[in-house]
T-cell receptor, first 112, second 114 residues
Framework: TQLLEQSPQFLSIQEGENLTVYCNSS?????LQWYRQEPGEGPVLLVT?????EVKKLKRLTFQFGDARKDSSLHITAAQPGDTGLYLC????????????FGQGTTLQVKP | DTGVSQDPRHKITKRGQNVTFRCDPI?????LYWYRQTLGQGPEFLTY????????KSRLLSDRFSAERPKGSFSTLEIQRTEQGDSAMYLC????????????FGPGTRLLVL
């Protein structure tokens, strides 16, 4: 069974601080996606990474896929209150269906 | 491209009642997925359609749950004889297939079973 472990589960920081969220597994994933979800809404895609070692940047967000495609990280620079939300990593596994395996999420609160 | 839509957005029902949710995927996306998300957790896969064919079902999908995608476009998820443990957010996602890995999610239907 493929599992994704996210850490930390909760993070409360002040505006302007930097943070990193980790997504780890003992399994290899063909791709990994990061989503942000607000209460009562569906997840909104931030990025998809498919190549081991890949780094993608989205404004203040930097995403990295591990060389072995078993782990990923999300780094936010100078966090803002608008970054508050639930961050989810999701891996595309070995199934031909393309179903996603999700981590349990990291709840981020950025205080002004 | 209007995105994935789901209806209703919220549903409150009494235990034992049947409920049905609808998902309209992004036009021409042949892959459609249903997930369930409980509070404080990530979504869990329920079932997958490629066009009208239901190709995979999770063990989470008990025999009280049934999903259809009759014309390969919209999909419905029905829960019969609802239980309080069915209370969750039900999410639908679509994907164009092929080499594209990204799934696009709808806003979800939040179900509360009293």
């Amino acid at each position: 069974t493929q599992l994704l472990e996210q850490s930390p589960q909760f993070l409360s920081i002040q505006e302007g601080e930097n943070l990193t969220v980790y997504c780890n597994s003992s399994s290899v994933f063909s791709s990994l996606q990061w989503y942000r979800q607000e209460p009562g809404e569906g997840p909104v895609l931030l990025v998809t990474v498919v190549t081991g070692g890949e780094v993608k940047k989205l404004k203040r967000l930097t995403f990295q896929f591990g060389d072995a495609r078993k782990d990923s990280s999300l780094h936010i620079t100078a966090a803002q209150p608008g970054d508050t939300g639930l961050y989810l990593c999701a891996g595309g596994g070995s199934s031909n269906t393309g179903k996603l395996i999700f981590g349990q999420g990291t709840t981020l609160q950025v205080k002004p | 491209d209007t995105g994935v839509s789901q209806d209703p957005r919220h549903k409150i029902t009494k235990r034992g009642q049947n409920v049905t949710f609808r998902c309209d995927p992004i036009s021409e996306h042949n892959r459609l997925y249903w997930y369930r998300q409980t509070l404080g957790q990530g979504p869990e896969f329920l079932t997958y359609f490629q066009n009208e064919a239901q190709l995979e079902k999770s063990r989470l999908l008990s025999d009280r749950f049934s999903a259809e995608r009759p014309k390969g476009s919209f999909s419905t998820l029905e829960i019969q004889r609802t239980e309080q443990g069915d209370s969750a957010m039900y999410l639908c996602a679509s994907n164009p297939g092929g080499l594209v890995k990204t799934q696009y999610f709808g806003p979800g239907t939040r179900l509360l079973v009293l």
